[in-house]
């Protein structure tokens, strides 16, 4: 949800309209950027209401503005999405369905998952990959949860990339592939600023470059 992985759907929704219509074609794009810092303070202190109200507010009137479709460019906020489902009248593409769809199409039913600590320990995320896909999904130890939540806030959602996160990153794959994980999902969109499917020691699943591709698989079926 911060700016930087922001730019991230920007970037992957205008090649993907310019790879299937080519020529100067180019995504027709409402977009709302929040200030990230007002929603992190609302997660720090689980006010969750607040949260989705400032959501609901903010896609309601995209939705008012002509939005034909709603892309939440997150993962944790995905909390509150059943809110905001209750709120629009236009189709919701909720970011872990694409995700669940292309694993299950490649046979794969234990998944490792790795996020912000509200993603991996609450259950709106992993139980609807459990329920719609029938996906097990395993999450890092206290202290691996703990330093990979660490570095996607004090670190990807400021632009920071360091080379040793990447490493601890891959070292805390590395042990879960050894506990028999068959694939990653990457479940925070900044994650992808920092590992992809070169360096991993398993198959990944990018849930911001899926969700567009999903996305856009509905668009353009319109």
């Known amino acids: 949800m911060s700016w930087e ?26 977009l709302y950027s929040f200030d990230f810092d007002q929603i992190k303070e609302l997660q720090s202190q689980w006010e969750w209401v607040k949260a989705w109200q400032i959501l609901v507010e903010w896609a309601v009137k995209l939705e008012m503005a002509g939005a034909e479709i709603l892309l939440m460019a997150t993962n944790t906020m995905h909390k509150v999405f059943p809110e905001i489902e209750k709120a629009l009248h236009i189709p919701r593409i909720h970011i872990a369905d694409g995700t669940g769809e292309k694993i299950q199409k490649f046979g794969y039913r234990k998944v490792w998952l790795l996020g912000t600590r509200f993603t991996m320990d609450h259950d709106f995320y992993k139980g609807r990959l459990f329920e719609k896909y029938g996906l097990e999904i395993i999450v890092p130890s206290e202290e691996e949860k703990n ?41 925070c969109t900044e994650i992808g600023l920092l ?8 198959p990944v699943f990018d849930t911001t470059a899926i969700h567009v591709e999903y996305a856009l698989e509905k668009m353009l079926e319109k």
């Not at 992985?5 to 409402?30: M, V």
């Not at 400021?158 to 070292?171: D, M, T």
């Not at 590992?195 to 398993?202: D, L, T, V, Y």
Request: glycine fraction near 6%; hydrophobic fraction near 35%.
């Open 147 to 187: 330093r990979v939540h660490t570095i996607i806030y004090d670190e990807l959602c400021l632009w920071e990339i360091r080379e040793s996160s990447r490493e601890e990153y891959v070292h805390i794959i590395e042990n879960m592939k050894q506990c028999g994980a068959e694939c990653v999902i990457l479940g």
């Open 195 to 202: 590992i992809n499917e070169q360096i991993s020691p398993i």
């Open 5 to 30: 992985s922001t730019l991230e759907y920007y970037r992957l929704l205008n090649e993907g309209i310019k790879n299937t219509l080519w020529g100067h074609h180019s995504a027709e794009i409402l």
